[in-house]
């Protein structure tokens, strides 16, 4: 049974940063991909960004101002979250799947956590 938890949420001024955890536990493996979506109140759900052994993609929206990151040897995922803006305020989901490449499309993921909540005050 795969689990994935997400940490690191939080409240922060317009501007400011935050770096999310997620720490996967079961059977995750370097070689799958780990991925980040985020859904705003009232919203659809939307994809953020993943990291493979292809490299790392972003959503136009996100690009330059986040990065994703892991360390393979504590089975963990980072999203370092630069710049920040209200537009950013959701709760993000970390996601992995048993692929070496990544995916826009959150129904090509299986693996969800339960996400943890960034407010961006303005």
């Known amino acids: 049974q795969v689990q994935l938890v997400e940490s690191g949420g939080g409240l922060v001024q317009t501007g400011g940063s935050l770096r999310l955890s997620c720490a996967s536990s079961g059977r995750i493996f370097s070689s799958y991909a780990m991925g980040w979506f985020r859904q705003a109140p009232g919203k659809e759900r939307e994809f953020v960004g993943h990291?493979?052994?292809?490299?790392?993609y972003y959503a136009d929206s996100v690009k330059g101002r986040f990065t994703i990151s892991r360390d393979n040897a504590k089975n963990t995922v980072y999203l370092q979250m630069n710049s920040l803006k209200p537009a950013d305020t959701a709760l993000y989901y970390c996601t992995a799947r048993p692929r070496p490449d990544g995916s826009n499309f959150s129904f090509n993921w299986d693996y969800w956590g339960q996400g943890t909540q960034v407010i961006v005050s303005s």
């Open positions: 990291i493979s052994w292809s490299g790392t």
